[in-house]
């Protein structure tokens, strides 16, 4: 059934010359592949007629040299690779306190062997630990040799540097990737 409207020059128009006319503004305002965003969640395809495709959870770029038209990626979340952290450093240092003017005697499972006799006043005396072929030399003088109850040379008040790695630092949880925002409702029209 048409309905026939007066025009402007006082002729009839119908209904369907209306719609139309109207198909003709839309296809010129929105054609096809053409974006509508909308605080509204009304489907366009309801007000100016077509077929629309909603556009969810994405954002836009303009397409251009770094992206084609159609194509897609990012991510809302990121979890930092170690390449994608920047360079940086943990400083550890530290040192033993200091022990004091002291000296080491050999324990229990040790044995003293009178090694020479030079004419320099000295005797050189090998140590062997636990019955291992490892010797230490340690001078004494020539009178007084003894089996046991040899010591080191006193090393006086001394510490002794440390270094060390520090340890793992951060949760490796992802992080929120995505720029200041405004959600709107949008729709390409497809046909």
Same mark, same amino acid.
């Given at each position: 059934?048409? +309905? +026939?409207?007066?025009?402007?020059?006082?002729?009839?128009?119908?209904?369907?010359?209306?719609?139309?006319?109207?198909?003709?503004?839309?296809?010129?305002?929105?054609?096809?592949?053409?974006?509508?965003?909308?605080?509204?969640? +009304?489907?366009?395809? +309801?007000?100016?007629?077509?077929? %629309?495709?909603?556009?969810?959870?994405?954002?836009?770029?303009?397409?251009?040299?770094?992206?084609?038209?159609?194509?897609?990626?990012?991510?809302?979340?990121?979890?930092?690779?170690?390449?994608?952290?920047?360079?940086?450093?943990?400083?550890?240092?530290?040192?033993?306190?200091?022990?004091?003017?002291?000296?080491?005697?050999?324990?229990?499972?040790?044995?003293?062997?009178?090694?020479?006799?030079?004419?320099?006043?000295?005797?050189?005396?090998?140590?062997?630990?636990?019955?291992?072929?490892?010797?230490?030399?340690?001078?004494?003088?020539?009178?007084?040799?003894?089996?046991?109850? %040899?010591?080191?040379?006193?090393?006086?008040?001394?510490?002794?540097?440390?270094?060390?790695?520090?340890?793992?630092?951060?949760?490796?949880?992802?992080?929120?990737?995505?720029?200041?925002?405004?959600?709107?409702?949008? %729709?390409?029209?497809?046909?």
């Amino acid at each position: 059934m048409s +309905t +026939t409207f007066s025009g402007l020059g006082g002729g009839a128009i119908s209904s369907e010359q209306i719609d139309a006319i109207m198909k003709a503004v839309v296809d010129k305002i929105y054609p096809v592949g053409y974006v509508y965003i909308s605080y509204d969640p +009304t489907d366009p395809g +309801t007000i100016f007629g077509g077929t %629309w495709t909603p556009l969810q959870d994405k954002f836009l770029i303009g397409a251009g040299g770094s992206y084609a038209v159609e194509a897609t990626g990012g991510e809302a979340t990121h979890t930092l690779t170690e390449a994608e952290m920047p360079t940086h450093s943990h400083t550890v240092s530290g040192s033993t306190n200091s022990a004091g003017n002291h000296r080491h005697e050999p324990q229990n499972g040790n044995s003293f062997v009178t090694a020479d006799s030079p004419s320099d006043g000295f005797n050189r005396v090998g140590c062997t630990f636990g019955g291992s072929n490892s010797r230490t030399v340690i001078e004494a003088p020539d009178s007084g040799i003894q089996s046991s109850g %040899w010591y080191t040379d006193y090393e006086g008040t001394h510490s002794h540097s440390i270094s060390a790695s520090a340890g793992n630092a951060g949760s490796g949880t992802a992080h929120n990737n995505m720029p200041p925002y405004v959600a709107v409702y949008m %729709w390409r029209r497809t046909a």
